[in-house]
Nanobody, 111 residues
Framework: QVQLVESGGGLVRPGGSLRLSCAAS?????MGWYRQAPGQQREFVAR???????LYGDSVKDRFAISRDNAKNTLYLQMHSLKPEDSAVYLC????????WGQGTQVTVSS
């Protein structure tokens, strides 16, 4: 059973930064982050392929950076210039033989 465990969420003021981590129990070829705010659809945030190709959602481009440490099977999301509209549960996603999801970590951006 593949497990994805997120950490690093919390409360941050507007304009602040936060780094999320996702520890995977195995190597996954493609990994990414999604987010979901209450009453809203799940939104794509960022994705990184095994060859380090990157893709970002339009709302986070130039503010967020996705990276991975393959030796540790860990995915990261560095978030800068956070806005209240970035508040959501951030979910780690991975693709191996099938797709896998973590439980999520809450990010709240508020003064």
């Amino acid at each position: 059973q593949v497990q994805l465990v997120e950490s690093g969420g919390g409360l941050v003021r507007p304009g602040g930064s936060l780094r999320l981590s996702c520890a995977a129990s195995t190597t996954l070829t493609t990994m990414g982050w999604y987010r979901q705010a209450p009453g809203q659809q799940r939104e794509f945030v960022a994705r990184i392929w095994s060859d380090s190709e990157l893709l970002y959602g339009d709302s986070v481009k130039d503010r967020f950076a996705i990276s991975r440490d393959n030796a540790k099977n860990t995915l990261y999301l560095q978030m800068h210039s956070l806005k209240p509209e970035d508040s959501a549960v951030y979910l780690c996603w991975g693709k191996g033989f099938r797709e896998y999801w973590g439980q999520g970590t809450q990010v709240t951006v508020s003064s």
